[in-house]
């Protein structure tokens, strides 16, 4: 399948851990699956708002 078929299509990108979600192009990408250990979860990004920090993380 192309790349650029992924526009296309309406399906959150599984990252393994907080580094990779960091990477991700919100342009391109607007939900996510975080598979880290303990941090597993959907997350999704919105137009406007802003991103929230993480007090856990080091």
């Known amino acids: 399948m ?3 078929s992924r526009d296309f299509l309406d399906v959150p990108v599984y990252v393994a851990d907080r ?3 960091k990477a991700i ?3 391109k990408d607007t939900a996510a699956f ?4 303990g941090r597993e979860g959907m997350l999704k990004w ?3 708002a802003a991103p929230l920090s ?3 993380e080091a």
Do not use: H, I, Y
């Not at 975080?34 to 250990?37: F, G, H, N, Q, S």
């Open 2 to 4: 192309p790349a650029a």
């Open 19 to 21: 580094t990779a979600l």
């Open 25 to 27: 192009d919100p342009a």
């Open 34 to 37: 975080l598979k880290e250990p």
């Open 46 to 48: 919105m137009a406007g």
């Open 54 to 56: 993480d007090p856990g």
